[in-house]
């Protein structure tokens, strides 16, 4: 039999809500999950039940919202956290577990509790929901022999899958790869990969651990997340589809609405030059690259903008520009500049980009296309 195709969680509406600060009305997030649903997403973790009767009341809304996805909330691992979830019309209910000797000794557990707690809130949870899953928080500073026998635990409890959370962001892709083909060679349980991205490296983590074994990972939206954020969707996604050509079946075309969607729910300004759904990222003003630009977008494209729903930005005229890029400039502002004109404008160019300490804006071109007699075209 082939292997799974991987697929991906996204998490917005719990881990990405948990960013400082960061608080969704109920609009948002119903509106955020639909467009999470019609990108094609097969589960969303939606929210934290426990947090009280609001929080469950929203999940209700999302779950009884019609949409094609799988619901999942998540827990700590008591009874009260289990119950809380359990008149939330979700599918799923997950919960967490510390991993490592570090999270055990701060919450004052031991291995023989973990093992214990596990098994308990199993048994409840697979009464009351569809499925349920294990997180072991921490994973990634936890001994590999223990999570062997997490892992054993959990598939032996009926668990969906574990969640292997690298908490702190800590690993780098070499280890990610390690660690997820050494626990994929030990037990059949799907696995979960969870980035955090304090160190700037969810992205690749997330894609090594599924180009590894693992069989999903959980992303959020924008990589919106507690301290520098998650791995993010539209990252990870594109990234599997140009790199690996792995497709998850998602309706990238989407991809920059929804990020504009989180963006502004969240009060969370995008990056300007942020990878994949960046107003920037497919800005060019470099001579070299906007002359290969024009002969064949690949030159300097890996995807383009059209494929995640932006609108293909025109080529920056600055100090970098080429007198090519200049004549195209003109062209799409409604000027005809022969090459020559070209050549005797582009230091002018220059040089006002220079005094300026940026790139020219078009009202800005027009004056000098104007001031110079450019003859317009027909």
Same mark, same amino acid.
């Given at each position: ?22 608080v969704f ?15 094609? /997403? ?5 929210g934290?039940p426990?947090?009280g ?5 929203h ?23 289990l119950?809380?979830?359990?008149g939330s019309?979700?599918?799923? #209910? ?7 000797e570090?999270?055990?000794r701060i919450?004052?557990?031991?291995a023989?509790?973990? #093992? ?7 048994r409840?949870a697979a009464?009351?929901?569809?499925? &349920?899953t294990?997180?072991a928080?921490d ?6 022999d223990?999570?062997?026998? &997490?892992?054993h635990?959990?598939q032996s ?13 800590r ?21 979960? #990969?969870?980035?955090h991205?304090?160190l ?17 990972a ?5 990589g ?15 990234? /599997?589809?140009?790199s690996?050509r ?11 609405s ?22 920037g ?20 494209e890996v ?6 729903g932006h ?19 003109a ?8 090459q020559?004109q ?11 980009a220079?005094q300026?300490?940026?790139a020219?804006e ?6 000098? #296309?104007?001031?110079?007699?450019i003859?317009?075209?027909s």
């Amino acid at each position: 039999m082939p292997p799974k195709a991987p697929y991906l969680i996204d998490t917005t509406l719990r881990d990405g809500e948990q960013a400082a600060g960061v608080v969704f009305a109920l609009s948002e997030k119903l509106q955020i999950a639909r467009e999470l649903d019609a990108l094609g /997403l097969p589960e969303l973790e939606v929210g934290i039940p426990a947090m009280g009767a609001s929080e469950r009341a929203h999940i209700r809304m999302i779950a009884a919202s019609g949409l094609q996805c799988k619901i999942l909330t998540w827990g700590r691992a008591t009874v009260e956290d289990l119950r809380a979830a359990m008149g939330s019309g979700a599918d799923g #209910f997950h919960f967490s577990l510390p991993a490592s000797e570090l999270h055990q000794r701060i919450w004052k557990k031991d291995a023989a509790w973990v #093992f214990k707690t596990m098994e308990s809130i199993s048994r409840i949870a697979a009464d009351h929901f569809e499925y &349920f899953t294990i997180g072991a928080q921490d994973a990634s500073r936890a001994d590999n022999d223990f999570l062997k026998l &997490f892992m054993h635990a959990a598939q032996s409890l009926g668990a969906k899958r574990i969640r292997y959370a690298d908490t702190t962001g800590r690993l780098n892709p070499l280890q990610t790869q390690q660690v997820i083909q050494n626990l994929r060679s030990h037990a059949d349980i799907e696995i979960e #990969f969870h980035g955090h991205n304090d160190l700037g490296m969810a992205t690749a983590n997330s894609v090594t651990a599924l180009l590894a074994g693992a069989d999903c990972a959980s992303v959020t939206v924008n990589g919106l997340g507690e301290r520098a954020g998650n791995a993010p969707l539209e990252e990870v996604a594109t990234a /599997l589809l140009c790199s690996s050509r792995i497709d998850l079946g998602l309706d990238i075309s989407r991809l920059a609405s929804l990020s504009d969607l989180v963006a502004h729910a969240s009060d969370r300004r995008l990056k300007w030059d942020k990878p994949v759904t960046g107003k920037g990222s497919f800005t060019h003003e470099s001579g070299i690259h906007c002359s290969g630009q024009m002969q064949d977008k690949s030159s300097y494209e890996v995807l383009k903008p059209e494929a995640v729903g932006h609108t293909r930005p025109p080529h920056v005229i600055g100090r970098h520009s080429s007198c090519r890029a200049l004549i195209e400039a003109a062209a799409q502002l409604g000027w005809q500049l022969e090459q020559c004109q070209a050549e005797q404008l582009l230091p002018q160019v220059r040089e006002t980009a220079t005094q300026l300490g940026r790139a020219l804006e078009q009202n800005e071109l027009r004056q000098i #296309f104007h001031t110079l007699n450019i003859k317009k075209a027909s």
